[in-house]
């Protein structure tokens, strides 16, 4: 089975950072496209940024600029490096990797952005 495993969540004040990880198993990672999600207390979860796997990356404007999305395929991770932290990125934020056929769930990491 495949297992998606998100780490690097916790409480930052506003302006500092974050890297969040997802360690994938059971899946040749480089072959799949990878997001990251959140969603905040009564909110739709949104699409943050996504890396496909031709290389090619997407930012939702509220976090252009501040986030990174990369990936370490020899590892099996993804990362998403979080900057200039808002309270309002405050969420739980998910790994999401797809195929062309499948599409796999973390179980969600928490990010408290709070003074």
């Known amino acids: 089975q495949v297992q998606l495993v998100e780490s690097g969540g916790g409480l930052v004040q506003p302006g500092g950072s974050l890297r969040l990880s997802c360690a994938a198993s059971?899946?040749?990672?480089?072959?799949?496209?990878m997001g990251w999600y959140r969603q905040a207390p009564g909110k739709q979860r949104e699409l943050v940024a996504v890396?496909?796997?031709?290389?090619?990356?997407n930012y939702a404007d509220s976090v252009k600029d501040r986030f990174i999305i990369s990936r370490d395929n020899a590892k099996n991770t993804g990362y998403l490096q979080m900057s200039s932290l808002k309270t309002e990125d405050t969420a739980v934020y998910y790994c999401?990797?797809?195929?062309?056929?499948?599409?796999?769930w973390g179980q969600g990491t928490q990010v408290t952005v709070s003074s």
């Open positions: 999401k990797t797809w195929g062309t056929r499948n599409a796999y």
């Open positions: 059971g899946i040749i990672f480089r072959l799949y496209s």
């Open positions: 890396e496909y796997s031709s290389g090619s990356t």
